[in-house]
């Protein structure tokens, strides 16, 4: 999309800055841009170099899995939002792919079930849930792709899948700065309300002492939001959930891994294949700052428990982040805290799936605000 299509649209005259430029302000960037918001975004990371070895926040370490249609409820907020945001990455991944390389969800996920209970909810979602793409095969040859035992058979679902998040985080800013939108590598240490002008504006004040005014503020700065808003008499409660990622390369030769599915799902892990014999496997949910050498040993063994293939291989890389998960609240948190003061974090597990859902809801908080 163009700026001038950009323009085109029902623009809003009101100015809205989102702080943050993990994937839950990215994309809620990329659909108020989109929708015709005059925007801007802040995050002192945001023209670093990416190197997920070394990620600046959680969505450049994250593994990109997207599994929606497979989660274990299907009613509720969690599953609208995972049902909504499934049908928009397959838009904007077509849209993006518009530009440049190609960004694709790599599909389909496997699911190996670990023990009865879960082989039989398994074989529930595959026929409770046939129109939207997903299967359960009895007779499916696990050998091909891990060379394991399995006494069941394995659930597919055709329409999950994974993306390649350092791609994606690359083409929604290079969307954002063709269509201008300003872009401020700071870092915001401050918020105030103008009270002194008719429209009581926002105040942003940044850690090198310049500010804006804006008319709204949408924060995504995961743990970064707490203090944020605190000053303002608003209390939300995060806390830090770390996870660990590694990417191996595994030493067998008769593993075919031509037909690798996007995402193959065992034991809790997600394991991910890269290139030639090289994989990454995760993650890890860790209570807490500090990475556990404990947690990594038991995820890789976990890794070895059923197959040979994974039974020799060398760490290439490994990396971990913190998530923000909301303290007796579900994850994520979306509130629409005063006038003009939005919240959008607490992503922790599922971040990257329900980023386009968030930003949704987002756009339309602020739709409500600018009716009234
Ligand atoms: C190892 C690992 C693997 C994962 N795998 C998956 C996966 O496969 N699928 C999935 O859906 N999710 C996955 N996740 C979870 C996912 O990465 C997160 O849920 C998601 O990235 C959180 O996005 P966010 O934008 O809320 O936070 P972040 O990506 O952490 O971004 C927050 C941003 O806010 C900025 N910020 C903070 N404070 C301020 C401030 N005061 N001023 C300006 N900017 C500020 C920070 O600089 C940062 O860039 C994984 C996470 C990890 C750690």
Request: charged share 25%.
């Amino acid at each position: 999309m163009s700026t001038k299509q950009i323009k085109d649209q029902n623009e809003l005259k009101e100015s809205t800055t989102i702080i943050g430029c993990g994937i839950a302000g990215l994309t809620t960037a990329f659909y108020l841009a989109k929708k015709g918001h005059q925007i801007t975004v802040i995050d002192p990371t945001i023209n670093n170099d990416i190197d997920p070895q070394i990620p600046s926040n959680a969505t450049e370490a994250s593994l990109g899995v997207l599994m929606g249609y497979v989660s274990r409820k299907s009613s509720g907020r969690g599953w609208k939002m995972k049902m909504k945001s499934m049908k928009i990455w397959e838009e904007w991944t077509e849209e993006l792919s518009n530009n440049g390389k190609e960004i694709k969800i790599k599909k389909p996920l496997i699911k190996i079930p670990k023990n009865d209970k879960e082989n039989e909810f398994m074989m529930h979602i595959a026929k409770e849930r046939k129109d939207l793409g997903i299967k359960y095969e009895k007779i499916y040859n696990t050998k091909n792709l891990i060379s394991m035992k399995n006494s069941y058979g394995v659930l597919i679902s055709n329409k999950d899948g994974r993306i390649d998040p350092i791609l994606l985080i690359e083409k929604l800013k290079n969307a954002l700065k063709s269509w201008k939108i300003a872009m401020i590598q700071q870092s915001v240490i401050q918020l105030k309300r103008n009270l002194n002008s008719k429209e009581k504006r926002w105040i942003i004040i940044m850690a090198n002492g310049t500010y804006i005014a804006q008319d709204n503020i949408v924060i995504c700065g995961a743990l970064g939001s707490i203090n944020l808003v605190k000053p303002l008499g608003h209390t939300i409660s995060l806390e830090p959930i770390l996870g660990q990622a590694v990417e191996i390369a595994i030493k067998s030769e008769d593993v075919i891994i031509n037909n690798w599915p996007g995402i193959l799902s065992i034991n809790g892990l997600n394991i991910i294949h890269k290139y030639k014999n090289t994989f990454l496997i995760g993650a890890t949910i860790e209570p807490g700052v500090k990475a556990s050498i404990q947690e990594k040993i038991s995820m890789l063994n976990s890794l070895k428990k059923d197959s040979t293939i994974f039974k020799d291989y060398v760490i290439k890389k490994e990396w971990h982040y913190l998530r923000a998960r909301p303290i007796n609240e579900p994850a994520p948190l979306l509130k629409n805290l005063e006038k003009g003061l939005i919240i959008n974090s607490g992503h922790y597990r599922n971040g990257i799936l329900l980023a386009p859902a968030c930003a949704e809801w987002t756009w339309k908080e602020l739709c409500k605000q600018s009716i009234h």
